[in-house]
């Protein structure tokens, strides 16, 4: 079965600082990754997405970048961290059946 | 007008209560609907999901989803504490479109 890793849990960072969060998935092969942010009465943000090594579409403009250096691995970065960063990020795959999403256990990120 | 709509709660009911969940959306092409758990602190995980209109059940919980009204339900029915948990509608037109969340309903049953 698929299995989604994410680390670290919890980060407090100082705003200006960088960003480095790291996904890593079990159990399949050339998934589709997808990184999202959850933002307090906001809901799910959909941040970046891709379909394969090197691929990395954005769907909002802002300060993060994502790569995906290998097939199971998706980074989600920041050169300087603004207070708005804030937030749970979750990194996702897309299922095989009807595009459902399979979460992991999420970052929670604080900038201060 | 966003495209779909989730009232946010808080949902606050007495243990084995029937509990009723519930999203509209304004986009005709969704085809695929989906209910996630989430727990504090933790990602959401796929409760259930439906394609297209009607009812589909699992256990203690049903999802029911009205194309002509463009309006979903997840019941559940016996609610228990560890039901206690935000609860987010997803839907997606399916072929590799990207899925749409609600902003998640807080569900707390009492004991």
């Known amino acids: 079965s698929q299995t989604i890793h994410q680390w670290p849990a919890t980060l407090v960072q100082p705003v200006g600082s960088p960003l480095s969060l790291e996904c890593t998935v079990e159990?399949?092969?050339?998934?589709?990754l997808y990184w999202y942010r959850q933002a307090a009465g906001r809901g799910l943000q959909l941040l970046f997405y891709?379909?394969?090594?090197?691929?990395i579409s954005s769907e909002v403009p802002q300060n993060l970048s994502a790569s995906r250096p290998q097939d199971r691995q998706f980074i989600l970065s920041s050169k300087k961290l603004l207070l708005s960063d804030s937030g749970f990020y979750l990194c996702?795959?897309?299922?095989?059946?009807?595009?459902?999403?399979?979460f992991g256990p999420g970052t929670r990120l604080t900038v201060l | 007008q966003k495209e779909v709509e989730q009232d946010p709660g808080p949902l606050s009911v007495p243990e084995g209560a029937i509990v009723s969940l519930n999203c509209t959306y304004s986009n005709s092409a969704f085809q695929y609907f989906m209910w996630y758990r989430q727990y504090s602190r933790k990602g959401p995980e796929l409760l259930m999901y439906t394609y297209s209109s009607g009812n589909k059940e699992d256990g203690r919980f049903t999802a029911q989803v009205d194309k002509s009204s463009k309006y979903i339900s997840l019941f559940i029915r016996d609610s228990q504490p560890s039901d206690s948990a935000t609860y987010l509608c997803a839907m997606t037109s399916g072929g590799y479109q990207k899925v749409t969340f609600g902003t998640g309903t807080k569900l707390q049953v009492i004991p």
């Open positions: 891709s379909v394969g090594i090197g691929q």
């Open positions: 996702a795959l897309m299922g095989e059946a009807y595009n459902e999403q399979f």
């Open positions: 159990g399949t092969s050339n998934p589709n």
